[in-house]
């Protein structure tokens, strides 16, 4: 869907991006992972030509991206950006119409569209007219998403688009991310610098330093295979976070008890990964949740067991 | 004051339609040099906010032309422009192109740059960037720019009546010229009230929120140029011969009223500054002036006075005119004074003109040479005995007048002396002399009897 041939930028005498190569499979969340200067954002942006390659090919479906018009490709690629980027003197309406009127979409067209994301986003109904110095941080982010989604592109960049939101406001907007239907058909090339927001969002990481890729793969590949030093420091003081993040019911199945199942138990899918499976359980009122996998199998776990079955599965992951 | 009051209100509603006419030629001078001024300011302005590396050269230049006063900028644009309303135009433009300039680069730098780059990550061409995102977002600072130049316009538009281009400098000039402060206040309340309407118009429409903004600023533009049709329909002069008065000529019995009463003189006859009035005459822009007959000018650019056979103009000598207290606090003094009399003909004085006008000499040698000529000078005795105080105004031969005084007085007396030359007009020169600011300064017969 998208590639990268070994594609170079500097500017001046600094090498921000050396030669890199990645591939991003349709329907795939690939994050940009790294310090800043890393040459991630750099990365990100020469795939919408915001920023020109030295040398490299950039190739989205099969096209090589230099041999199109810059404007023309932008319109079909979404970009949501940390600083959100509203235009001030346009309401929300008119800003998430930008697109659609750079194509030339019939009003009613870009009117329906919008009532549909509003009501996705969560975003409320009489913010239409209003302009985005009147709406929250994290309802300006949402528009942002909007505005970003509402031609429906099938790739869509984000450079941090979380990074200028309060703790709360970011984790409940990561979330909706995560649940958006229209996000999963999308291939998403994403940019943090924030290790869990990657591993929480991201199908493959791709870790970068000093312009150069350091490793590309799974959250779980980083975790258990790093490559080399870097990667390993990289990730670490917050490991047990992360392997709660990576680690699913399904990956435990073997270690949970098999338990009676009792009715009035929160059900749960085995795709959920630990951290998610604790919070569940604390929010219940018999600290005990209901588990499905894929082969309709249930069943029934509290804290304990949880925590019981992680040390066995990490125990047999270290030997085997 | 109360009396003061009504004749200024009688004044005004005695020349309303003269009154009118002024009024609209300056609210249309300033719209039209602003509408030009913006043809030309906003796309540089944008210019150099893309090419950074030219605003300091464009933003300096526009900030030297600011500072080149503005009676010397007229005086520069008679020989390529003329008189009347082109350099008029031109040299207002000059003046209001650095707010506008400088305040469209710093609108349009000063947007947050993200959201430039959001305007281009959705893919809006550079021209779209511009007309939807950056002069949307910069037209506030703009605005306050197109503020600033009209406000200065509307004062430098009282300028443009030295150099015949009308408006309300047409009473202000006249009436410091002829010591009516009537007719300087039926000019300058005017003109104080439009700069002050204007400013406050315009701080309304930069403080618009976006919305109201938007539809405003469909109807700006149409207003500056209806605006500005005021000064193209007066100034379609159509006369062959065209006259050239100084203000105060225009207004003295031995002077425009006396040519029209006496000799019915009917003549297309436009207001204008001495200052650049007999370079107007040489550039052929004027056919007749109203010049003085002893200035070197005449000789310079070769113009023949004509003849005052029906006896309109007062035979004019050049005499000091002092106060009554200054010869009894310098006794010594007349008898220096009367020192001239009887010395200086017409002839002389041209001549004497003639050296510091076209021969650029400076007036001090000018004098010192007559003075040596006619064995009247002495060296200066250097003299600490309280300080004698002349006046002078602003043209040539006044000049070489003070300078001969002051250098008789130091040679003859122990008096030190100081010079104030450059006062601005008959007026200033005798208020001044009423208010004990000057001891005496060189004054003509004919005006020194109108003035008492």
Known sequence: MIELKSVSKSFGNTQAVDQISFKVNEKENLVLLGTSGCGKTTTLKMINRLIEPDAGEIIINGKDITNQNPEILRRGIGYVMQNIGLFPHYNIAENIAVVPKLLKWDKEKTHQRIAELIEKLHLPNNCLKMFPHELSGGQQQRVGLARALVTDPAVLLMDEPFGALDNVTRSSIQAEFKALEELKRKTIVMVTHDVQEAFELADRICLMDKGEIIQIGTPKDLLYNPTNDFARKFLDGQRLALEFKVITLQDLWGFLPADQISNGEKPLDASSNIWNAMENIRSTSNGRIRVSNTNKEQKSVDFQQLTQAFNQYKYNHHHE | ?452
Request: charged content about 20%; glycine content about 10%; some cysteine.
């Open chain 2, 1 to 452: 004051m109360n009396e003061q009051q009504q004749t200024l209100w009688g004044f005004m509603s005695e020349q309303s339609d003269k009154l009118l006419n002024q009024t609209l030629q300056h609210l249309g001078l300033t719209f039209i040099s602003l509408l030009f001024a913006i043809a030309i300011g906003l796309p540089l302005g944008i210019l150099i906010a893309r090419k950074r590396k030219l605003s300091t050269g464009i933003l300096g230049l526009a900030g030297i032309l600011q500072t080149v006063p503005s009676i010397a900028l007229l005086g520069f644009m008679i020989p390529v422009l003329g008189i009347g309303a082109k350099p008029a135009i031109v040299a207002l433009l000059i003046y209001a192109l650095l707010p506008i300039i400088r305040n469209t680069y710093t609108g349009i730098i000063g947007i947050d740059r993200h959201i430039i780059e959001s305007a281009r990550a959705l893919g809006m061409s550079k021209m779209q960037i511009l007309l939807k995102v950056e002069l949307p977002l910069a037209m506030p600072v703009i605005l306050a720019g197109i503020r600033t130049a009209t406000v200065i316009n509307v004062g430098v538009a009282t300028l443009a009546s030295y150099i015949a281009a009308g408006g309300l400098g047409e009473f202000i000039f006249g009436g410091i010229s002829l010591n009516n402060t009537n007719m300087i206040l039926a000019g300058a309340i005017p003109a104080a009230l439009l700069a002050v309407i204007l400013d406050f118009l315009l701080s309304i429409i930069q403080k618009m929120d976006f919305k109201k903004l938007r539809k405003v600023l469909y109807v700006f533009p149409v207003l500056i140029i209806v605006l500005s049709g005021f000064y193209i329909l007066p100034s379609a002069y159509s006369s062959r011969l065209t006259a050239g008065f100084t203000p105060e000529f225009m207004g003295r019995q031995d002077g425009d009223l006396g040519l029209k009463s006496e000799y019915g003189l009917k003549i297309h006859t436009i207001v204008i500054s001495d200052a650049v009035m007999y370079k107007a005459a040489y550039s052929k822009e004027l056919d007749v002036i109203s010049g003085y007959s002893t200035d070197g000018r005449l000789k310079a650019f070769d113009l023949k006075i004509l003849k005052d056979d029906k006896g309109i103009f007062p035979p004019y000598y050049a005499a000091p005119i002092v106060r009554e207290t200054s010869l009894e606090k310098f006794p010594e003094l007349e008898k220096v004074l009367n020192l001239l009399s009887g010395k200086i003909t017409d002839s002389i004085m041209t001549d004497l003109n003639y050296r510091t006008d076209y021969l650029h000499q400076a007036p001090e040698r000018v004098a010192k040479d007559f003075l040596v000529k006619n064995k009247l000078y002495k060296d200066s005795r250097n003299g600490q005995n309280g300080t004698v105080r002349i006046g002078s105004k602003i043209f040539g031969e006044q000049y070489i007048l003070a300078e001969m005084y002051s250098m008789l007085i130091k040679g003859n007396t122990d008096y030190n002396v100081s010079t104030k030359t450059g006062l601005g007009g008959t007026k200033i020169c005798f208020d001044a002399l009423v208010n004990d600011q000057i001891d005496f300064y060189p004054e003509y017969t004919g005006t020194g009897l109108l003035v008492l």
